[in-house]
């Protein structure tokens, strides 16, 4: 039976391994509407076509201005206007009121610049993160293409300036359309409150929708994938999760009732559209034409996120708040919106936020997420330590029964319903429980699990370095030291334990190190100082038993 239940735990390794290769969430739900495909735009034509009056737009493509787009006049000089708080470098632009740029102070690219948020794909007029879309094509055009005023070119926020105002305002005399757009920033939020009305008088006794967006895709780096990890639009609505894979966006996707957001993800970061009410609006994702650097079908670059709000008459506008920045549990959850639900901890989630919790707590005081998970094993020994020396004391015991258990099996080597009778007996008369070896190592398995999705997903674990050669937790060990070493304290500790009394169940225990290390060897390294330091303790306390046996 301890053999099964060893076998049990390797098995259960490689499903969720292969689990997490396969597949990148744990309940994915994908609800689509068919949609008529929106008209391709080729990257080298894109500006003429636009000019010529072809405008990609999936809510319709019936004029409802008398004028034709090339017989509309822009005018204005293009701008940017620079936004600096603490957190952030904001660079907007005054052509449609949209973001440029939008940079991390505080977290860092693969280059050690602060890591920009928005994708950039190659075109001449390429999309930007809110940039709009309604009923009209022409209105489309206006609302993106018109050079807004606004009297600022810069704005920084302090401690002493905690927020600010950049508000965008456009009036076209040929066509009586009037827009608004306010963009108000915090010093010490990701959080930017966007407020849009729109003046239309072609609206007039009529329903009208405009949406608002954010992309196309979310910058996430040079960073490697992770195919375990879900990156893509998710959306929580009717107090439900879903998330819509990207390969399976070919049409555009809808959701509809109580939404709260509507975001685009990576694996550390996020950009999510929040409505100041969720009933009677829509959720949109598409897939946008992008020519970037990362144009994989199964990537997060070429989709937009966005938001519809529908309007009566020819007065519309909307209000709702963007966030845009890093998935830090505690600010997510400060919305009190169910944001923080975007990080999956996946199976054993419930068991993940403890130990976060934890984690957090002794960071608090060392200041070093590697002495942190050290301290957080610490103490997972010491609650797992009842049952770990009951686990020893009973492999004690059943290697003192070994030579009657050869007996049995000899003696009863053609019978095995004998065979099992008698061996229960013998564990009965003897009070030994054979599965006893193995209870701690299989109440560990959801602990495991929980961690490793812990410091998968956690960006707190992004770039936190430990000693030496590990400057990242939450990548492998560059040089493999760190899983050599948990392999090798494996082995000494199947050499310190009672060796089984199953000729092939001691071969399989000798093997175990080799697969562990196997195992391990493109694991987050905080993860593989969890296991060795584990394996350290373990060593240290079955020291102390046999000491105490052979005294």
């Known amino acids: 039976?301890?053999?099964?239940?060893?076998?049990?735990?390797?098995?259960?390794?490689?499903?969720?391994?292969?689990?997490?290769?396969?597949?990148?969430?744990?309940?994915?739900?994908?609800?689509?509407?068919?949609?008529?495909?929106?008209?391709?735009?080729?990257?080298?034509?894109?500006?003429?076509?636009?000019?010529?009056?072809?405008?990609?737009?999936?809510?319709?493509?019936?004029?409802?201005?008398?004028?034709?787009?090339?017989?509309?006049?822009?005018?204005?000089?293009?701008?940017?206007?620079?936004?600096?708080?603490?957190?952030?470098?904001?660079?907007?632009?005054?052509?449609?009121?949209?973001?440029?740029?939008?940079?991390?102070?505080?977290?860092?690219?693969?280059?050690?610049s602060p890591l920009e948020l928005v994708s950039h794909n190659g075109d001449n007029e390429p999309k930007l993160p809110l940039y709009f879309e309604s009923d009209s094509r022409e209105i489309t055009y206006l609302l993106n293409k018109a050079i807004y005023d606004t009297p600022l070119t810069e704005l920084k926020l302090t401690s002493f300036k905690p927020e600010g105002t950049v508000t965008f305002s456009y009036f076209n005399e040929e066509t009586g359309v009037r827009v608004t757009k306010s963009l108000t920033f915090y010093n010490d939020s990701y959080r930017i409150d966007v407020n849009t009305t729109i003046s239309n008088p072609f609206a007039s006794?009529?329903?009208?929708?405009?949406?608002?967006?954010?992309?196309?895709?979310?910058?996430?780096?040079?960073?490697?994938?992770?195919?375990?990890?879900?990156?893509?639009?998710?959306?929580?609505?009717?107090?439900?999760?879903?998330?819509?894979?990207?390969?399976?966006?070919?049409?555009?996707?809808?959701?509809?009732?109580?939404?709260?957001?509507?975001?685009?993800?990576?694996?550390?970061?996020?950009?999510a559209l929040i409505p100041s009410k969720g009933k009677d609006i829509a959720s949109i994702i598409k897939k946008e034409s992008f020519s970037g650097p990362d144009n994989d079908k199964n990537s997060e670059q070429g989709i937009s996120v966005g938001l519809e709000f529908s309007s009566s008459g020819r007065e519309g506008g909307f209000d709702l708040m963007l966030y845009a920045g890093p998935k830090e549990i505690d600010r997510l959850r400060s919305f009190e919106v169910s944001l923080e639900k975007v990080?999956?901890?996946?199976?054993?989630?419930?068991?993940?936020?403890?130990?976060?919790?934890?984690?957090?707590?002794?960071?608090?005081?060392?200041?070093?997420?590697?002495?942190?998970?050290?301290?957080?094993?610490?103490?997972?020994?010491?609650?797992?330590?009842?049952l770990t020396n009951k686990s020893f004391k009973s492999m004690k015991d059943m290697q003192k029964i070994q030579p009657q258990m050869k007996i049995l099996q000899e003696r009863y080597k053609n019978d095995k319903q004998k065979l099992n009778q008698e061996l229960i007996r013998m564990y009965r008369e003897n009070?030994?429980?054979?599965?006893?070896?193995?209870?701690?190592?299989?109440?560990?398995?959801?602990?495991?699990?929980?961690?490793?999705r812990l410091l998968m997903v956690s960006i707190e674990l992004r770039k936190a370095p430990f000693i030496w050669w590990i400057k990242d937790l939450s990548e492998m060990d560059p040089y493999y030291i760190s899983p050599i070493l948990m392999g090798i304290s494996m082995f000494i500790q199947q050499k310190m334990s009672p060796a089984p009394a199953d000729p092939t169940q001691a071969k399989?225990?000798?093997?175990?190190?080799?697969?562990?290390?196997?195992?391990?060897?493109?694991?987050?390294?905080?993860?593989?100082?969890?296991?060795?330091?584990?394996?350290?303790?373990?060593?240290?306390?079955?020291?102390?038993?046999?000491?105490?046996?052979?005294?």
């Open 1 to 112: 039976m301890e053999k099964r239940a060893v076998l049990a735990f390797v098995l259960s390794m490689l499903v969720f391994l292969l689990w997490g290769y396969l597949y990148t969430s744990k309940q994915e739900k994908i609800y689509q509407r068919d949609y008529e495909e929106t008209t391709a735009i080729e990257d080298k034509d894109r500006v003429e076509r636009i000019e010529e009056g072809d405008v990609n737009n999936s809510l319709s493509s019936e004029p409802d201005l008398k004028l034709p787009i090339k017989d509309i006049k822009i005018k204005g000089d293009i701008k940017d206007i620079h936004v600096r708080t603490d957190l952030t470098d904001i660079i907007l632009t005054n052509r449609g009121g949209m973001i440029k740029s939008l940079r991390l102070k505080r977290y860092t690219d693969d280059n050690d």
């Open 205 to 271: 006794g009529k329903d009208t929708a405009y949406r608002i967006y954010w992309g196309p895709g979310i910058n996430s780096g040079k960073n490697k994938k992770d195919r375990s990890i879900y990156e893509g639009p998710t959306t929580f609505v009717n107090n439900e999760k879903i998330d819509d894979k990207p390969d399976k966006i070919d049409k555009e996707i809808r959701h509809e009732g109580d939404v709260l957001w509507t975001a685009l993800q990576n694996k550390y970061f996020l950009a």
């Open 343 to 386: 990080t999956d901890y996946g199976w054993f989630g419930k068991l993940a936020v403890p130990l976060f919790w934890l984690l957090k707590f002794f960071y608090s005081f060392t200041h070093n997420y590697g002495v942190a998970i050290i301290l957080l094993t610490v103490v997972i020994k010491i609650l797992f330590y009842p």
């Open 431 to 452: 009070k030994v429980n054979p599965m006893g070896g193995c209870l701690p190592m299989i109440f560990q398995i959801p602990v495991f699990f929980a961690l490793y």
């Open 508 to 551: 399989m225990m000798m093997i175990m190190p080799i697969v562990f290390t196997f195992f391990f060897l493109n694991f987050p390294t905080g993860l593989v100082i969890y296991w060795l330091v584990n394996n350290i303790l373990s060593i240290a306390q079955q020291h102390l038993i046999n000491k105490k046996t052979t005294a």
